[in-house]
Nanobody, 126 residues
Framework: QVQLVESGGGLAQAGDSLRLSCAAS????????MGWLRQAPGKERELVAG??????YYADSVEGRFTISRDNDKKTVYLQMNSLKPEDTAVYYC?????????????????????WGQGAQVTVSS
């Protein structure tokens, strides 16, 4: 019911900033929790940041450096990444799941999401 298209990945040096975008189309008139998850080679996919109508979530590893936001008019969710570190290197995925109105629910696990973007490579060099 919802399609997600990501953009904004690329190469960066340590300390630089990047912004990822995730544009939604399809049936977007319902309520969704949105998440950014990343997967580095040889590691599990992990939730980096999430947002719903009431709250946000950040993993300890990115707290204070990354900011998730949503523009409802543009049907787009963003991940602003500041003070990038080499350990941030990963493929970043945008994901969504339908939730109730004003829900505090943000899935922490990969299998908690129903819709996925194609992934965006972020590479941070020293």
């Amino acid at each position: 019911q919802v399609q997600l298209v990501e953009s904004g990945g690329g190469l960066a040096q340590a300390g630089d900033s990047l912004r990822l975008s995730c544009a939604a189309s399809g049936r977007t008139d319902r309520n969704y929790a949105m998440g950014w998850l990343r997967q580095a080679p040889g590691k599990e996919r992990e939730l980096v940041a999430g947002i719903n109508s009431r709250t946000t979530y950040y993993a300890d590893s990115v707290e204070g450096r990354f900011t998730i936001s949503r523009d409802n008019d543009k049907k787009t969710v963003y991940l602003q990444m500041n003070s990038l570190k080499p350990e941030d290197t990963a493929v970043y995925y945008c994901a969504a799941v339908r939730v109730g109105l004003y829900s505090d629910y943000i899935p922490r696990r990969r299998d908690g999401y129903d819709y996925w973007g194609q992934g965006a490579q972020v590479t941070v060099s020293s």
